[in-house]
């Protein structure tokens, strides 16, 4: 392949931030997001081209002769070099995953820029807002075509700042900011153990390159020569702490907090961002760098535990929350994690095959399913003016396609057969048993928590008791087409995902995977679901005391869910009753009366003698043969009483 359309990929979102951003107010709202969009769209297509060439074409650059999909680097430049061997390079690295998250992210974009035409009209701001998503998707390219995992950790930090940016867009608004600054700081703490990840990893491989550590994950164990820091390897801590800045991104327990304030941004850009392509990032650092995680169970048990959480936890919130950018936000939080158990749950004496393509088969449906309700809820509120479900109800009759649209997704992410979400949590489900029975029952009763709370959602917004809108002044209606063309787009995408031969092409360690059903498991998980949607039918398809009779029976979980079990309130705890009083504050005082006191009694003390002595250079010449006079004369009295004793 030649290194153009590679280059193109990441040349094209970086020239439309540097054009739109210095000379979008030149030109019209229109103008700037037309520019927008075609630029993200002709990436769509050297996206597509790449992938299709990558995954069809044959070429002996990217298949051997056994049929085994290779790693291919196009090309890579040296950037820094510390020693012979360890040398920070900027490639394009061409493989699998990296094939398939090109293909997530453009199409992603592509339909984020389509629905901003619609869904940002008239905003103040508009070409900044344009800019800001070329940025973003540059960014998250770079990131997933990285060769190395320092290229990844520049591009990570650019997703973090691009991110920043799309929160904080709405910048006079003060939970926008403060959101934006809450997102930055908590992923910039996970970024920090990420770095250190890094370094130990580096000192002790040599090595930045991902072929290089994962085309022999041994040798990687065998660098560190058996050292151990605290009764954990050196390579355990290693990639705990890269794990760290996957947490970060991803929002897993305990770094999740950013995640469900974030919803301050554009909702485009929830989608964009915090559905489909950021937060998927975590994942992906894993499955990058996964056989080398098989060489410790260790740090993939960590990975499991706290996945299982996350994933329990986000769904039983989800199941309370009003705001339906927030329920879409925890359930978000709750699928990444179910991503994060699959990849935790392999093992190399089970199939480590079964974990990893069920990890990166549910990123790539998820996306388009999530992504899909994101868009459809940023129409919902177009329509309403609210977040809030309370202020919605009987929407079918006013938005049909909408209405279609959103239960497509529903279906999708409850694993409702034959919707795409079906196969992939399947696939997740069976390495989770493969693994242990008790990870197997546990993410089963999270997916079906999953169908519960997206059909609790779906009823209150399109079957529950209808508002009087005309009262309001406003009737409902469906966006225009560059807002429902997306959402008619991703619905398809939704139902035909899971027939596509995924294992096939996106391959495990080269190999090709043959994902199949298990029966037993499927028909398990559907009944789960089937049976926790028929709950949330009788509960939520027509207004009634149900739901309120069983709230009140278990006030307090229900209340500790709804405040999202005080995760917020116990940092705020910690940062300001601990850290402001108990560190902070004794070291500021420390600093202005110890170290500024004393810096500041040198400067009284020299001030106060340059004015005794100030007279002395007083400019007079008198003064100065006066002083010198009287100095001669003192010099010599001294001088006669020394020869004199």
Same mark, same amino acid.
């Given at each position: 392949?030649?290194?153009?359309?590679?280059?193109?990929?990441?040349?094209?979102?970086?020239?439309?931030?540097?054009?739109?951003?210095?000379?979008?107010?030149?030109?019209?709202?229109?103008?700037?997001?037309?520019?927008?969009?075609?630029?993200?769209?002709?990436?769509?297509?050297?996206?597509?081209?790449?992938?299709?060439?990558?995954?069809?074409?044959?070429?002996?650059? +990217? !298949?051997?002769?056994?049929?085994?999909? @290779?790693?291919?680097? *196009?090309?890579?430049?040296?950037?820094?070099? #510390? &020693? =012979?061997?360890?040398?920070?390079?900027?490639?394009?690295?061409?493989?699998?995953?990296?094939?398939?998250?090109?293909?997530?992210?453009?199409?992603?974009?592509?339909?984020?820029?389509?629905?901003?035409?619609?869904?940002?009209?008239?905003?103040?701001?508009?070409?900044?807002?344009?800019?800001?998503?070329?940025?973003?998707?540059?960014?998250?390219?770079?990131?997933?075509?990285?060769?190395?995992?320092?290229?990844?950790?520049?591009?990570?930090?650019?997703?973090?700042?691009?991110?920043?940016?799309?929160?904080?867009?709405?910048?006079?608004?003060?939970?926008?900011?403060?959101?934006?600054?809450?997102? +930055? !700081?908590?992923?910039?703490?996970?970024? @920090?153990?990420?770095? *250190?990840?890094?370094?130990?990893?580096?000192? #002790? &491989? =040599?090595?930045?390159?991902?072929?290089?550590?994962?085309?022999?994950?041994?040798?990687?164990?065998?660098?560190?020569?058996?050292?151990?820091?605290?009764?954990?390897?050196?390579?355990?801590?290693?990639?705990?702490?890269?794990?760290?800045?996957?947490?970060?991104?991803?929002?897993?327990?305990?770094?999740?907090?950013?995640?469900?304030?974030?919803?301050?941004?554009?909702?485009?850009?929830?989608?964009?961002?915090?559905?489909?392509?950021?937060?998927?990032?975590?994942?992906?650092?894993?499955?990058?760098?996964?056989?080398?995680?098989?060489?410790?169970?260790?740090?993939?048990?960590?990975?499991?535990?706290?996945?299982?959480?996350?994933?329990?936890?986000?769904?039983?919130?989800?199941?309370?929350?009003?705001?339906?950018?927030?329920?879409?936000?925890?359930?978000?939080?709750?699928?990444?994690?179910?991503?994060?158990?699959?990849?935790?749950?392999?093992?190399?004496?089970?199939?480590?095959?079964?974990?990893?393509?069920?990890?990166?088969?549910?990123?790539?449906?998820?996306?388009?399913?999530?992504?899909?309700?994101?868009?459809?809820?940023?129409?919902?509120?177009?329509?309403?003016?609210?977040?809030?479900?309370?202020?919605?109800?009987?929407?079918?009759?006013?938005?049909?396609?909408?209405?279609?649209?959103?239960?497509?997704?529903?279906?999708?992410?409850?694993?409702?057969?034959?919707?795409?979400?079906?196969?992939?949590?399947?696939?997740?489900?069976?390495?989770?048993?493969?693994?242990?029975?008790?990870?197997?029952?546990?993410?089963?009763?999270?997916?079906?928590?999953?169908?519960?709370?997206?059909?609790?959602?779906?009823?209150?917004?399109?079957?529950?008791?209808?508002?009087?809108?005309?009262?309001?002044?406003?009737?409902?209606?469906?966006?225009?087409?560059?807002?429902?063309?997306?959402?008619?787009?991703?619905?398809?995408?939704?139902?035909?995902?899971?027939?596509?031969?995924?294992?096939?092409?996106?391959?495990?360690?080269?190999?090709?995977?043959?994902?199949?059903?298990?029966?037993?498991?499927?028909?398990?998980?559907?009944?789960?679901?089937?049976?926790?949607?028929?709950?949330?039918?009788?509960?939520?398809?027509?207004?009634?005391?149900?739901?309120?009779?069983?709230?009140?029976?278990?006030?307090?979980?229900?209340?500790?869910?709804?405040?999202?079990?005080?995760?917020?309130?116990?940092?705020?705890?910690?940062?300001?009753?601990?850290?402001?009083?108990?560190?902070?504050?004794?070291?500021?005082?420390?600093?202005?009366?110890?170290?500024?006191?004393?810096?500041?009694?040198?400067?009284?003390?020299?001030?106060?003698?340059?004015?005794?002595?100030?007279?002395?250079?007083?400019?007079?010449?008198?003064?100065?043969?006066?002083?010198?006079?009287?100095?001669?004369?003192?010099?010599?009295?001294?001088?006669?009483?020394?020869?004199?004793?």
């Amino acid at each position: 392949m030649d290194q153009i359309t590679p280059l193109l990929i990441l040349a094209l979102p970086l020239c439309m931030f540097l054009f739109l951003g210095l000379a979008g107010n030149k030109m019209s709202h229109k103008m700037a997001g037309i520019l927008g969009t075609l630029g993200m769209g002709v990436t769509l297509i050297l996206a597509y081209s790449t992938a299709f060439t990558y995954f069809f074409s044959g070429n002996p650059d +990217f !298949i051997d002769a056994a049929g085994n999909r @290779l790693q291919s680097v *196009i090309f890579d430049f040296t950037w820094l070099e #510390f &020693t =012979e061997n360890l040398v920070i390079k900027l490639g394009f690295l061409l493989d699998p995953i990296s094939a398939m998250m090109l293909v997530v992210i453009t199409t992603i974009s592509f339909m984020v820029h389509l629905y901003s035409l619609g869904y940002m009209h008239g905003e103040k701001g508009f070409q900044r807002y344009y800019a800001f998503l070329s940025l973003f998707s540059f960014s998250m390219l770079g990131l997933v075509v990285a060769t190395n995992i320092f290229q990844m950790y520049i591009f990570w930090e650019l997703v973090g700042a691009s991110s920043y940016l799309l929160i904080g867009f709405y910048y006079t608004k003060p939970s926008a900011v403060s959101a934006s600054k809450k997102a +930055f !700081i908590v992923t910039r703490f996970a970024d @920090l153990g990420f770095l *250190i990840g890094i370094l130990i990893l580096s000192f #002790f &491989t =040599e090595t930045f390159n991902f072929i290089d550590m994962t085309s022999a994950p041994e040798n990687v164990l065998a660098s560190t020569g058996g050292a151990t820091f605290m009764g954990a390897s050196v390579l355990t801590w290693a990639l705990v702490l890269i794990f760290m800045g996957g947490m970060g991104k991803s929002a897993m327990m305990p770094l999740h907090i950013w995640l469900p304030d974030a919803m301050e941004g554009p909702t485009p850009v929830s989608a964009l961002i915090h559905a489909a392509t950021m937060v998927v990032a975590g994942v992906y650092l894993v499955a990058r760098m996964f056989p080398v995680y098989l060489m410790e169970e260790a740090a993939l048990t960590i990975v499991t535990v706290v996945g299982a959480l996350t994933a329990l936890y986000a769904a039983i919130v989800a199941c309370t929350q009003v705001d339906i950018k927030r329920v879409l936000a925890f359930s978000t939080i709750s699928q990444i994690a179910f991503m994060m158990v699959a990849l935790g749950v392999a093992r190399p004496e089970i199939h480590e095959g079964v974990g990893y393509m069920a990890s990166m088969f549910h990123l790539f449906t998820h996306a388009m399913f999530k992504a899909l309700l994101f868009l459809g809820a940023g129409a919902l509120i177009h329509a309403v003016h609210s977040n809030d479900y309370t202020a919605m109800g009987g929407l079918r009759k006013y938005m049909p396609i909408t209405h279609i649209t959103f239960l497509i997704g529903c279906l999708a992410i409850a694993g409702i057969p034959p919707f795409a979400g079906f196969f992939s949590k399947d696939e997740i489900l069976v390495a989770a048993f493969e693994n242990n029975m008790l990870w197997g029952l546990w993410m089963t009763a999270v997916a079906g928590l999953t169908a519960f709370y997206m059909f609790r959602l779906y009823y209150r917004i399109f079957w529950w008791n209808t508002p009087d809108y005309e009262k309001h002044g406003h009737v409902p209606h469906d966006a225009p087409w560059t807002m429902t063309l997306p959402l008619i787009i991703l619905a398809t995408v939704s139902i035909v995902a899971g027939f596509i031969p995924f294992g096939e092409l996106v391959t495990w360690n080269r190999e090709a995977y043959h994902i199949h059903l298990n029966w037993t498991v499927a028909t398990t998980s559907v009944l789960v679901a089937v049976v926790a949607i028929l709950i949330a039918t009788v509960m939520y398809r027509k207004e009634n005391a149900i739901s309120d009779k069983i709230a009140n029976s278990v006030k307090g979980l229900w209340t500790a869910a709804y405040n999202r079990f005080y995760f917020d309130e116990l940092y705020i705890f910690i940062t300001h009753k601990i850290i402001f009083n108990l560190v902070s504050r004794p070291i500021a005082w420390f600093d202005r009366h110890i170290i500024d006191g004393t810096m500041d009694m040198f400067a009284t003390m020299a001030h106060k003698a340059s004015g005794a002595i100030k007279g002395l250079q007083s400019g007079s010449i008198q003064t100065y043969v006066l002083v010198y006079l009287l100095g001669a004369l003192l010099l010599g009295v001294v001088t006669v009483v020394c020869v004199m004793l």
